[in-house]
Every structure is written in structure tokens, then in C-alpha cells.
T-cell receptor, first 114, second 112 residues
């Protein structure tokens, strides 16, 4: 069965600093991979996705993520964090063979300090 | 564009009461989903509907039922609410099961 692990429950970074949020998945093959962001009181919004091809994918709001098959990871990065990036971030996987279902990680809450 | 619309936004129930959460999407998506979100547990899939006329259980289906009324609408019913069902419920839809999901604003449900 597929699963997703986000090891960091919360992270605090200073405004202007770089950010990396970790995501590891478990699946027998390469799944489809997603990062979503949730602002307080809101639903989830897609940041970026990986289906195949180039392992470095660009998303909205200046985010990028790199798929590393050898490490079963799909970490999210941003070179310079803005205060408005404070939110909760979810990594998600969808299996590519039979019974496609999106499974979410537990989320990482990002705090940005001035 | 309305996208995915959920009603109600807030609800308080007494233990044992029943209610139905409504969800509608206007994007002509085939697949629809119901998730619950609890602190520290991310989103857990309750039920999903891969296409009109089909529904399947997700990770945590106990205590819930669903109806895919038509291609637009997918409702979630709690027959006898329990305090453990206090949560935020999200409806989502996608073109197909392996594409990105679009989420509603959520329903905050409290069972007392």
C-alpha cells in the first residue's frame, strides 16, 4: 500500500531564508506526486505535481520540488521565503496502477518569522 | 468559477443525530472525494467516486455513507453522529483519479 511521510510537523524559518520541506513515499513503482498548500480556514491548493520526465518541477508562488527515485523523496524548496508563505503544506501520492487514490502526508506547518 | 462548493460551512450536532454534507462541482470532473482532516493526521480519505454511478471506500469509511447523485454532486451522510466524527470535512474533485484534486472550503463539524 502506498504511504507518505512528512518527517517535520512544523518548521520555522526567517523571512528571506531558504526553505526545504521533506516528503518520503512508499510505493512499489513511481507514483504521481503532488504538493498542496493550505492557508488557515481554507481548502487545499495545488502547488506543483510530478508525473514523469524532468525530476525538478516548478510550481506556483516560486516553489519547486525535486523527485529522487533512489531516496523515494519529493522535497519542496523555495529559495527565499515570504511572510505570506506561512501555511500548512501537504505532500500527496497517487498510485499509478489500479485503485488510484490520493494519499496525503500528515502535513508540515510553516511559520515565518520577521 | 465556483469550483467545488460545500454546504454547510459549520455544523454542530448532538450525538446520535444524522446529517448530510453536500458537495457540488462545476468543472465536469469525473472523480469526487470526501476527506476528513484532523490535527496531526493530514487528510484521510473517507469515500471516493471514480465516476458517476460508482463509489468506493477509502481509509476511514466506518460511520459514513455517500451518494453520487449525478456527475456534479457527491454527498456524505452521517447516520448517527459520534464525538469521534468531530473534524473538518473536505470535498474534492478531479478530472480522473490520477490528476490533481480541487478542494472545497471545508465543513467544520462538531459533535457534542
Amino acid at each position: 500500500a502506498q504511504s507518505v511521510t512528512q518527517p517535520d510537523i512544523h518548521i520555522t524559518v526567517s523571512e528571506g531564508a531558504s526553505l526545504e520541506l521533506r516528503c518520503n513515499y512508499s510505493y512499489g513503482a513511481t507514483p504521481y506526486l503532488f504538493w498542496y498548500v493550505q492557508s488557515p480556514g481554507q481548502g487545499l491548493q495545488l502547488l506543483l505535481k510530478y508525473f514523469s520526465g524532468d525530476t525538478l518541477v516548478q510550481g506556483i508562488k516560486g516553489f519547486e520540488a525535486e523527485f529522487k527515485r533512489s531516496q523515494s523523496s519529493f522535497n519542496l524548496r523555495k529559495p527565499s521565503v515570504h511572510w505570506s508563505d506561512a501555511a500548512e503544506y501537504f505532500c500527496a501520492v497517487v498510485g499509478t496502477t489500479g485503485g488510484f487514490k490520493t494519499i496525503f502526508g500528515a502535513g508540515t506547518r510553516l511559520f515565518v518569522k520577521a | 468559477n465556483a469550483g467545488v462548493t460545500q454546504t454547510p460551512k459549520f455544523q454542530v450536532l448532538k450525538t446520535g443525530q444524522s446529517m448530510t454534507l453536500q458537495c457540488a462541482q462545476d468543472m465536469n470532473h469525473n472523480s469526487m472525494y470526501w476527506y476528513r482532516q484532523d490535527p496531526g493526521m493530514g487528510l484521510r480519505l473517507i469515500y471516493y467516486s471514480a465516476s458517476e454511478g460508482t463509489t468506493d471506500k477509502g481509509e476511514v469509511p466506518n460511520g459514513y455513507n455517500v451518494s453520487r447523485l449525478n456527475k456534479r454532486e457527491f454527498s456524505l451522510r452521517l447516520e448517527s453522529a459520534a464525538p469521534s466524527q468531530t473534524s473538518v470535512y473536505f470535498c474534492a474533485s478531479s478530472t480522473d483519479q490520477n490528476t490533481e484534486a480541487f478542494f472545497g472550503q471545508g465543513t467544520r463539524l462538531t459533535v457534542v
